[in-house]
C-alpha cells in the first residue's frame, strides 16, 4: 500500500515543544478526527499534534493500519518500546569525597577542593574524567594522584601541542624523582619524553612521556612497547569524534594490558552537542553508557542535518549517569569564593554593510560557479565550506573599524585586554591598527620560546593588550592580568569561547572579568550568536544544573559608562 503521508518530530516555532508534525490529506483527516485539540501548520495538508502518550497511541492507531513515511525512526521507535538506560558496568563513585592526603611523591601543596578532587581519583580507581571548569588545576590534580596512587608509571600524557612544555614545567615542579630502590630523590624530577616527532624510532625508558594528539596514530607502535600503566588525555574533548586517527590510537592504547588507569581532563568535554560525550567515556570507561546506537536511541534524537542531540529531557539523567559513575565537576563558583564574577555582554555595534552585501555576493556568484563545475560531492562540500568561511571573514573586516574603535576606548581607562579574533587577515589589521599600545600576540606557528615570550611581557605589564588568535590562544595560557577580554569575531562552538574567557578568569584573578562579544549589525554574527545561546543551553543542562547567563546588562552598560565618562573627562 502506498504511503499516505508523512510523520516527523519537529519543535513547534512559537511554543518551542516537541510535537508531531503529520502530512499529507488523509493522514491529516484521520488525525484530526482521532485528536480534537490538533492545529493546522504552515500548510492545509499538515497538522501538529503535542508529544504526549495519548497522542502517539493515536497514531500508532493509524500506522498500524495505513501506511505513513516516518521521517523521524529513532525517535518513533523510542517512543512506541519501552527502553532502558544502559546499565554502568561498575557501581558508583561515593558522592561524599574527603580532603585526601598526598603522596610523598609530590612536591606541594593542593587547594581543599582539589584534596577532594584526588580523593575522587582514588575512588574511582583512576578511571574518571576530571571535568573541573577550567582554572582549577586539573593538572596538578591529575600530578598528585600519579604521585599517590601504586604502581603509575610510566603514564603516558596526550595533549594539545601547545601545552606540552607546560606538562613538562608542572612535572618538574610537583613531582619528585623515585630511583629503581625506592628511594625519592627531592632535588630531582621523573625523567620525562617529549616526543615531537611522527617518525619510528624505538622510545628511552623514561618515568613520562608526553606527547600531542597528532603524532599518537604515528607513534602507537613505540608507545605500545614502553609497557604504559597510566594514560592521560589533556583537553580530552579532542577526542570527541569516534571516526579520527587520535581516537582509534588513544582507544587502542587505552585497552593494552599493562594499561590500570585512564584520566580526561576538560573544562569542556561537550564541545558543541551532548552526544560527544560518549567516544570520551568509551575510552575512559567502556561500556558505562552502552554502544554508540544504544546511547542515541535512549539520550538523543537526530535533528535535520543528522547530528544527535540529547532530548531535553534526557539532559538531567545523562548528567546524573557521568556524576555517579566517572565525571567530577566542580564550577569556579562553588569552589573559589574569592573568585570574583564573570560577566558575558552581548554588544552590536556598526559594519560596513554596503562593503558586506557587495562582497558576499561575489562569494556566492563564485560559489555558484564552482558547485557547477565540481566533478564530485567532495568538490562541491569543499566550495561550500570555503564560501562560509570567506562569509566568517567579510564579517569580520565589515565591523573592524568599529572593533579597533571599541578596543581603544576600553585601553583609555588603562587596564589591560585581551582581544581574540579567528582570521590571521583581521589579527595582522589589529595588530597595526593598535600599534600605539604596543600589543603582545599570540598566533598559530610560533614557536613555543615566542608564545611563552609574548605572555610573560603580558602578565609583567610590559604590554597592556594582548592580540590572540582564538583557537591559538584559548589552551595552556594564563592571563590572569587583565579583566577585559574582547572577542573581534565569535567561533561556532561555544566551548572555544569558554576556554578562552577562562584565560582570564581562573585562580590568581582578583578582578571580575567582563566578556564582550562585539556583533556586527546586519552581517553573520547574529545567526552565529544565536546558534552559540542554542548550543550553550544543552551544554550547561548536561554539565551543570543551571543554565549559564550568557549577559548581565547592568553590569556591563556600567563598565560602558565608565569608560565614556572617563574618555568625555579627559
Known sequence: MENIGTLEHVQDKYSKNWCWK????????????????????????????????????????????YPLEILSKTTWQRKIIKTYAPKPTLPPVKHKLKRAKTGDQFRGKLLNFQKEGL??????????????????????????????????????????????????????????????????????????????????????????????????????????????????????????????????SIKKLAALPSVSYRIGLSGTPIYNRGSEIWPIIDIL????????????????????????????????????????????????????????DKVRYKEVIAADTDYYVEELDKIWKRLE?????????FSKSASYHRAIQSERQIAGLAKLPHVINFVKNIMEIEESVVVFCHHKVIHKLLHESLQEFTPVSIIGGQSDTVRQDQIDKFQKGESKLMIAGIRAGNVGINLTKAKYVIFAELDWSPAIHRQAEDRLHRIGQKNTVFAYYLIGNGTLDDHVANVLVDKSYEIDEIMDESVENFENKDKAELILAQIQDKIRSK
Open 285 to 340: 570507561k567502556p561500556g558505562l553508557l552502552g554502544s554508540f546506537k544504544e546511547f542515541c536511541e535512549y539520550f538523543c534524537y537526530v535533528n535535520e542535518k543528522g547530528k544527535a542531540i540529547v532530548l531535553e529531557n534526557k539532559r538531567a539523567s545523562l548528567r546524573n549517569q557521568l556524576q555517579d559513575h566517572i565525571m567530577l565537576r566542580r564550577k569556579k563558583s562553588d569552589v573559589l569564593k574569592e573568585l570574583k
Open 119 to 248: 580523593d575522587f581519583l582514588m575512588k574511582s580507581s583512576g578511571n574518571a574524567l576530571l571535568a573541573d571548569e577550567m582554572g582549577l588545576g586539573k593538572t596538578v590534580q591529575t600530578l598528585s594522584y600519579v604521585a599517590t596512587e601504586k604502581q603509575t608509571f610510566p603514564v603516558l600524557v596526550v595533549a594539545p601541542l601547545v601545552t606540552l612544555n607546560n606538562w613538562e614545567r608542572e612535572i618538574e615542579k610537583f613531582l619528585k624523582k623515585k630511583s629503581r630502590n625506592g628511594r625519592l630523590v627531592e632535588s630531582e624530577s621523573p625523567s620525562v619524553t617529549l616526543i615531537r616527532t611522527g617518525k619510528k624510532k624505538e622510545l628511552p625508558k623514561t618515568d613520562i612521556y608526553v606527547i600531542n594528539y597528532e603524532l599518537l596514530f604515528k607513534r602507537y607502535d613505540d608507545l605500545a612497547k614502553v609497557g604504559i600503566k597510566t594514560v592521560v588525555c589533556d583537553e580530552v574533548h579532542n577526542l570527541r569524534s569516534k571516526t579520527t586517527q587520535k581516537y582509534k
Open 22 to 65: 503529520i502530512t499529507g490529506e488523509r493522514a491529516v483527516s484521520m488525525i484530526s478526527r482521532l485528536v480534537p485539540e490538533a492545529w493546522y501548520g504552515e500548510t492545509v495538508n499538515e497538522v501538529i499534534v503535542d508529544d504526549k502518550p495519548e497522542n502517539v497511541k493515536q497514531i500508532k492507531l493509524i500506522l498500524d493500519r
Open 369 to 377: 560557479d564552482e558547485q557547477k563545475e565540481a566533478d564530485s560531492e
